[in-house]
């Protein structure tokens, strides 16, 4: 009989080295949320066919972030991971440059942006990750994540309408120039970063750790529900394009965007302070049901009821159940499926499954740009939401074999 491990303790708090990484966690999503949603935005408004624009953007970012990961993984693995986080601060800023230089003639750029872009996430998130696991235990991770994704989203509800509404008003150079005043103040807190417990061991070898997964269910089934998640990732994109299209201005993308994220607030909280891995299955049940009404929604007919519902389930649905999956990638890193010496590997190889989705639905929506209409993208959605259910069903199945206090050969 297989015990588990409490995912709860009495101290409700997060402790300082938790807090740090939440802080950076917040600023990060303030620069996605630019360079993501309002880039889309901005794309949607100025380029000749937006779908392809976007999608060409998308593909490039994502080609970028798997380049840099897997050329970087020795330095994560054996080198200094803080250097390698700050390296995101410094391409950011040429980022941002760029942006606030060529203004509206970013729209004839996405190529070079986005790989830029890439870049900039892949030195966030491969160290980023790491360090979670050097200082964050496996029985607070359901509470980490949920709070650390909450205290996050607080910020989702102001910071859209203000840029919306500079971005609407002004130019997409000043909101630039204003993230990029954020990033100057992010270099200054590098220093509270947790010392780096850099240890020399065996150079990355990502086929001896790949082959490994091939041989043990757990990984392999979490890495395909990965692949699976990745693909239904592009529907971010897609709920931006459908408010930009249906509600027509920046501002209102921004209004709609805060509404949105305060609902996420609510459900991460909830998530992070009631849930335990043992609740993972009717979280999981429920946010199907929401997910597959909404979409069935959207295939009736596109209007504002439909683009709203469709919305807020993907601001609570996929926001939740993607909080399921993270908190299991995380406690399979500190699993005995994975040893210390592998956390590298793992999570570069974990990345790459997930890329592979992400290009694949990239794929998917620059053929729609190029032979499609927007008509197809609603049926698109149906699909995307399909694997994305899948793939969190495939997880929330693998977290007793997670939080099972067994060999790697006994959990098979």
């Known amino acids: 009989m297989i015990e588990f491990l409490s995912m709860r303790e009495s101290q409700k708090k997060l402790t300082k080295n938790e807090l740090i990484i939440t802080a950076f966690s917040v600023f990060h999503s303030i620069s996605n949320l630019f360079l993501?949603?309002?880039?889309?935005?901005?794309?949607?408004?100025?380029?000749?066919?937006?779908?392809?624009?976007?999608?060409?953007?998308?593909?490039?970012?994502?080609?970028?972030?798997?380049?840099?990961?897997?050329?970087?993984?020795?330095?994560?693995?054996?080198?200094?991971?803080?250097?390698?986080?700050?390296?995101?601060?410094?391409?950011r800023i040429l980022l941002m440059g760029v942006i606030a230089v060529l203004g509206t003639n970013s729209a004839d750029w996405v190529i070079i942006l986005g790989i830029l872009y890439g870049v900039f996430d892949a030195f966030y998130n491969l160290p980023?990750?790491?360090?979670?696991?050097?200082?964050?235990?496996?029985?607070?991770?359901?509470?980490?994540?949920?709070?650390?994704?909450?205290?996050?989203?607080?910020?989702?509800?102001?910071?859209?309408?203000?840029?919306?509404?500079i971005l609407t008003i002004t130019s997409?150079?000043?909101?630039?120039?204003?993230?990029?005043?954020?990033?100057?103040?992010?270099?200054?807190?590098?220093?509270?970063?947790?010392?780096?417990?850099?240890?020399k061991s065996?150079?990355?070898?990502l086929i001896a750790f790949f082959n490994h997964a091939k041989e043990t269910p757990v990984l392999r089934k979490i890495f395909f529900s990965e692949i699976l998640r990745g693909f239904a990732w592009i529907l971010e994109t897609i709920v931006v394009i459908y408010i930009v299209n249906t509600f027509l201005t920046d501002m209102n993308l921004g209004i709609w965007s805060t509404i949105?994220?305060?609902?996420?607030?609510?459900?991460?909280?909830?998530?992070g302070r009631f849930c335990s891995n043992r609740d993972f299955k009717w979280i999981m049940i429920s946010c199907s049901i929401l997910l597959i009404s909404s979409a069935t929604a959207l295939m009736a007919g596109v209007?504002?009821?439909?683009?709203?519902?469709?919305?807020?389930?993907?601001?609570?649905?996929?926001?939740?159940?993607?909080?399921?999956?993270?908190?299991n990638i995380l406690n399979l890193g500190q699993s005995k499926f994975?040893?210390?010496?592998?956390?590298?590997?793992?999570?570069?190889?974990?990345?790459?499954?997930?890329?592979?989705?992400?290009?694949?639905g990239c794929l998917s929506l620059l053929y729609i740009g190029i032979f499609g209409s927007h008509g197809i993208l609603r049926y698109f959605i149906g699909i995307l939401f399909l694997a994305h259910i899948f793939a969190c069903g495939i997880s929330t199945k693998q977290t007793k074999y997670l939080l099972a206090a067994k060999s790697p050969k006994e959990r098979k």
Request: hydrophobic share 55%.
């Open 36 to 91: 993501g949603t309002f880039i889309v935005s901005f794309l949607v408004h100025n380029a000749t066919n937006e779908i392809v624009a976007i999608s060409t953007y998308r593909f490039f970012y994502f080609f970028a972030i798997c380049l840099i990961f897997v050329l970087t993984a020795n330095w994560c693995k054996n080198g200094n991971k803080n250097v390698l986080f700050g390296m995101n601060i410094v391409v």
């Open 128 to 165: 980023m990750h790491a360090i979670t696991l050097e200082n964050v235990r496996a029985k607070r991770m359901v509470f980490f994540v949920g709070t650390k994704d909450a205290i996050k989203n607080i910020f989702k509800v102001l910071i859209p309408v203000t840029l919306g509404t």
């Open 172 to 199: 997409l150079q000043n909101v630039a120039w204003a993230i990029m005043i954020m990033t100057v103040i992010e270099f200054f807190m590098l220093f509270l970063l947790p010392p780096c417990k850099a240890k």
């Open 202 to 205: 065996k150079p990355v070898d």
């Open 260 to 271: 949105f994220a305060f609902c996420t607030i609510v459900a991460s909280w909830a998530f």
């Open 303 to 327: 209007n504002r009821f439909s683009v709203l519902f469709y919305a807020f389930a993907y601001a609570v649905g996929i926001a939740i159940t993607n909080q399921i999956c993270a908190t």
């Open 338 to 360: 994975v040893t210390t010496n592998y956390r590298i590997e793992y999570l570069v190889i974990r990345d790459i499954m997930l890329f592979i989705g992400r290009w694949a």
